[in-house]
């Protein structure tokens, strides 16, 4: 099982190369990233941009643009159209955020005409390496699902699975994340948190394990687990952390961010190719890793 950003990465060089369709691309942080994943051998690129400012910054960062394809638009929501439509069309295997803001961008990649619209709900799930825990941490949904319902619950848990999945876990444990470990009838979530485990004890969620409500302490950890006369395949084990809402997992992101030496990556999915949203805030670190993650989940397709 993999189980650091180092094994992910190694993985992502034993496959077939990826492409990665930039849209904007002439952001500094962003180019250095995909040369340092072209020297790796983690992902190929195409730039869509403006060509002018691409150079400019290729040259004062020493990034060789000979072997990238440079795609000329100005206009910032053209260029991420035009991006998303490399995807769509299967010039690109990916599509990643440039120097254009976040909702431009998600308005070419739902875009009905040439967007990636999959049919299903779109969901961002984090990736951590967290110091003195054996295993990478997928978090889910921290940037895009504000108060998810019990279905979006089941697509967000799907579409976590699938991350996992291909980042090498076979069968993920998932665990919907409470204040409480016990279902509380005045706390929907641990009602949420309940019918996921039934639905995935019947069948009617695959590929992975889900037991919950559990609180964060008896996911993470089985010394808290056992204090607590907690057992089950994931109490203590948990692979997948799904958060009840946008607040709890944005704030749980960025404190592991800001406040530990973890590693991070993530990415957007539940479309028809997978999505690169980094922010600008995000470390040259973490937008290799995203990349790495996408690609690994673009050779699933």
Do not use: W
């Amino acid at each position: 099982m993999v189980k650091s950003f180092e094994e992910v990465l190694k993985k992502v060089k034993s496959l077939d190369i990826k492409k990665v369709a930039v849209a904007v691309a002439q952001d500094e942080p962003v180019l250095q990233a995909l040369m340092q994943c072209k020297k790796e051998g983690i992902a190929e690129a195409i730039l869509v941009g403006n060509e002018n400012e691409i150079r400019k910054i290729a040259e004062e960062i020493g990034m060789d643009l000979s072997g990238y394809e440079i795609i000329h638009e100005e206009n910032g929501p053209k260029a991420a159209l035009k991006a998303v439509e490399l995807v769509s069309s299967g010039k690109a295997d990916m599509v990643m955020k440039g120097l254009i803001d976040t909702a431009n961008f998600l308005r070419a990649v739902l875009n009905k005409e040439i967007g990636l619209r999959a049919g299903k709900l779109m969901s961002h799930v984090g990736v951590f390496e967290i110091p003195n825990v054996d295993r990478l941490i997928f978090m889910t949904d921290a940037a895009f699902n504000m108060y998810p319902d019990l279905k979006a619950k089941i697509d967000i848990v799907n579409n976590s699975v699938a991350v996992a999945k291909a980042v090498g876990i076979e069968c993920p444990k998932v665990a919907p994340i409470c204040a409480v470990e016990v279902v509380n009838p005045d706390m929907p979530s641990t009602l949420d948190a309940a019918m996921l485990s039934k639905m995935n004890e019947r069948g009617q969620i695959k590929g992975c394990i889900i037991d919950g409500p559990l609180a964060l302490d008896n996911a993470l950890s089985e010394e808290a687990a056992a204090h607590k006369n907690i057992s089950g395949p994931v109490a203590g084990k948990a692979d997948i952390m799904v958060l009840p809402n946008i607040d709890a997992a944005n704030v749980m992101y960025k404190t592991l961010t800001y406040t530990s030496n973890s590693k991070n990556g993530g990415l957007l999915v539940g479309t028809k190719a997978p999505v690169i949203v980094t922010s600008r805030a995000d470390s040259f670190e973490t937008k290799v890793n995203s990349i790495a993650l996408a690609a690994l989940v673009a050779s699933c397709k």
